[in-house]
């Protein structure tokens, strides 16, 4: 017998029992045998919500995603339905992608809450994750689930968690709910399903989610959609089941789809990562493009919230553009919109994120809008639009590649970005510019905002303490100046406090605590440090700035703000 530590040798002592059935018991004992580090790592610890939910390995134990931690998640939750809604009849909606046992989970899920009492709307097959929001109100939900790891390897699922107002749990209820968990036993866990408050729903549901897309994304003519040559790839996801659709209906005839990436399929097999972030990701994509001579590429991650936009640059070359990029753009153009139809009032704001390009704010002075800015993830989006209802909400979005269009959907939202990306593309066409000269525009008009993002992955517990440490030193040890520049101010989100390093004064940041610190130096440049929420990686969000005389000078400018990030990045000891 291996030596396993007394508190790890309790948690699996516990899955030992008759609470879990055979399968999982014989799993386990054969790991205590053959593998102790798995065992270890599967049961050192509960698998917390994160930025995006709850996310992990599937397998075995606490550490893992499987039906006793998904379970255990879903008996809290429906506890915690019943204390908040003691009088009313509770009605959660259930959605999944494209990854292994997303769907055999969600049944799982669906079953815990029939067995609670609770009405559940489980869509037939695989659905976008902006589809399972959108539907939360639709159908006036209490609350949702959905069964993604997102861009995540193959081994991993996820559960991410949606309230009334279609937007993922933000504090106090996150904690409420974890403790509502916490405070069960496995065995509380109901799993017998009431197949009589199962309803299964779909095609109606897709039919009003796509008219509201199209309805919410739609700006240009049928002669500028007409002149359009589209590729499209939903890397294997779930966006093969609406975006096509949403295209046809706004009126675009030439779209091309990348065959080998139709099919779902969790194995991503044409791809080393389902990411959109990724250019070897849209490869194939790209090919296509120039088979078709396309004016734009877009690929989806498996869940359908993130894209990833390719389009021509000035030599007819397709590069894809960065999350901060296609961010910009497509507020601006939603802001042109607005203004056009003389609905900007001094009433609307923009959003985005604190790891996000500072040039959004100067967008928002431009159009005399507000401009409103939260921690990563669109649940600050979403309770911005909460909790400011008497704002109108224009669009939003953040670097990792996530935007929303209007607030009937609050989460990011493929599906409609998708559209406004080409509604954008074929408005420029059709008025003999681009998208990529578009963009050159914004710069121009508002100065040239250039960002990196580092990612250094950790995995396991030493990964872990290792990410800890360095975010300790940063504190502790807080750089004094960055790619030749003094620091000027840091902002600490865990401690709620912005030190101005030339006044020496500290202030309070109002915006909820989290493991974010930012370093402003004297030039404009910024440098931000994060955990990621959902992987084992730290972050490093760089972004500098110039003014831009003209289109002309953009290679020569953006070389410039090239160097500066190198030189960053060597202070940051990261090459």
Known sequence: MINIEPQLLERVNTWLTSTFDEDTQTHIKNLIANNPTELKESFYKNLEFGTGGMRGIMGIGTNRINKYTLGKN???????????????????????????????????????????????????????????????????????????????????????????????????QDGEIIKEIEALDYSEIKFEEQPKLIHIIGKDIDDAFVDASVKNGSFTTDAARDGLKIVFTPLHGTSITTIPETLQRAGFKHVHIVEEQKEPNGDFPTVKSPNPEEPEALKMAL?????????????????????????????????????????????????????????????EFIASTIVSTPMMHQLAKAYNVDY???????????????????????????????????????????????????????HAKANGSSFYKELLQLYVNHGLYKERLISLTKKGIEGAQEITQMMIDARENPMSEIGHSKVVKVEDYQSSTSKNLVSGETSTIDIPKSNVIIYYTEDGSQVALRPSGTEPKIKFYISVNTALKNTEAFNATQEILEQKIESIIKDLKLS
């Open 74 to 172: 879903t008996q809290g939750l429906s506890n915690y339905l019943h204390k908040s809604f003691p009088n009313e009849t509770i009605k959660v909606a259930i959605a999944y992608d494209c990854r292994h046992n997303s769907k055999s989970l969600a049944k799982v899920v669906a079953d815990v809450f029939s067995a609670n009492q609770i009405e559940v709307y489980l869509f037939e097959d695989l659905r976008p994750t902006p589809e399972l929001s959108f539907t939360l109100k639709h159908l006036n939900c209490h609350c949702g689930i959905v069964l993604t790891a997102s861009h995540n390897p193959p081994e991993y699922n996820g559960y991410k968690v949606y309230w009334q107002d279609g937007g993922q749990l933000v504090p106090p």
């Open 287 to 347: 090919d296509l493009a120039e088979k078709e001579q396309a004016d734009i590429v877009i690929g989806t991650d498996p869940d359908s919230d993130r894209l990833g936009v390719a389009v021509r640059d000035l030599d007819g070359k397709m590069i894809l553009l960065n999350g901060n990029q296609t961010m910009l753009l497509m507020t601006d153009f939603l802001l042109k919109q607005w203004k056009a139809q003389g609905k900007l009032k001094g009433n």
């Open 372 to 426: 409103k800015v939260g921690l990563t993830g669109f649940k600050w989006i979403a309770k911005m639009i909460k909790d400011f209802p008497n704002q109108d909400f224009i669009g939003g979005g953040e670097e990792s590649f996530g935007y929303m269009v209007g607030d009937f959907v609050r989460d990011k939202d493929a599906v409609t970005s998708t559209l406004l990306a080409c509604e954008i593309a074929a």
